[in-house]
């Protein structure tokens, strides 16, 4: 059995050099694929193609956050104290707002953006918005 930081690595290595794509490879959909591969449950986002609709959609909500905190919620996914390798949640980052991703290995994050690939960053505690168990 393969564990979660193998099942990582490997997840991470499809989106090297990958252009991301509002509605398909974004730092929402991208971690909720990656909750989809682990668990094999489908994450019940709403569905948006453009960075203003995804934006749209979250201020209906309240916040990405909250967003997500719905559609994980349907899933049976709740909150969790701390990130552990392979978490997904959503931090607070500096230059974009809040932002979805997955914690990996060493208590980084990764996460989409624009052009392609993934950024990793180590968040301070007090960015860190909310965290959900996948296992």
């Not at 994980?72 to 104290?81: R, S």
Request: charged share 25%.
């Amino acid at each position: 059995m393969t564990d979660i930081s193998d099942k990582l690595k490997a997840f991470l290595a499809e989106a090297e050099g990958a252009p991301m794509v509002w509605g398909e490879s974004d730092c929402s959909t991208w971690p909720a694929l990656w909750v989809e591969r682990v668990r094999g449950i489908k994450i019940p986002l709403p569905k948006w193609s453009s960075r203003d609709e995804a934006h749209a959609l979250m201020r209906e909500a309240g916040s990405l956050a909250a967003l997500w905190e719905e559609a994980l919620g349907e899933c049976g996914i709740f909150e969790t104290g701390g990130p552990e390798t392979g978490d997904v949640g959503v931090i607070l980052s500096h230059a974009h707002g809040q932002a979805g991703g997955i914690f990996i290995d060493g208590g980084y994050f990764a996460w989409r953006a624009e052009p392609q690939g993934y950024r990793i960053l180590r968040p301070r505690q007090n960015t860190i918005v909310k965290v959900w168990s996948i296992q």
